[in-house]
């Protein structure tokens, strides 16, 4: 069974910077496709952002375009989002996701594997 661990969020005023974690384990984590979807309160769950599992091909939402950075460290079962210049509106719970494929993804179906979320909060 696979499973994932997120960590990182936390509360950060706009224009401030976290790092969020998730750690795999029961798998072969060079096997996944990862990715990390949000979920602000009153609102669906929707795609961050998404890396391949050995090319490191990365696809970003636009909201997120050009401040959000994914990576993965196959070494250590690892992916990390580097958010940089958060805003309010990044407000939500951040999930990590495995998809069991070589190519990276952005259509939520397609992953077989949830962390149970972290939170971001970011001040006005």
């Known amino acids: 069974q696979v499973q994932l661990v997120e960590s990182g969020g936390g509360l950060v005023q706009a224009g401030g910077s976290l790092r969020l974690s998730c750690v795999v384990s029961g798998r072969t984590f060079s096997n996944y496709a990862m990715g990390w979807f949000r979920q602000a309160p009153g609102k669906e769950r929707e795609f961050v952002s998404t890396?391949?599992?050995?090319?490191?091909?990365?696809y970003y939402a636009d909201s997120v375009k050009g401040r959000f950075t994914i990576s993965r460290d196959n070494a250590k079962n690892t992916v990390y989002l580097q958010m940089n210049s958060l805003k309010p509106d990044d407000t939500a719970v951040y999930y990590c996701?495995?998809?069991?494929?070589?190519?990276?993804?952005?259509?939520?179906?397609?992953?077989?594997?949830w962390g149970q979320g972290t939170q971001v909060t970011v001040s006005s």
């Open positions: 890396i391949s599992s050995s090319t490191h091909t990365a």
């Open positions: 996701a495995a998809a069991s494929l070589l190519t990276a993804t952005i259509e939520y179906h397609k992953y077989d594997y």
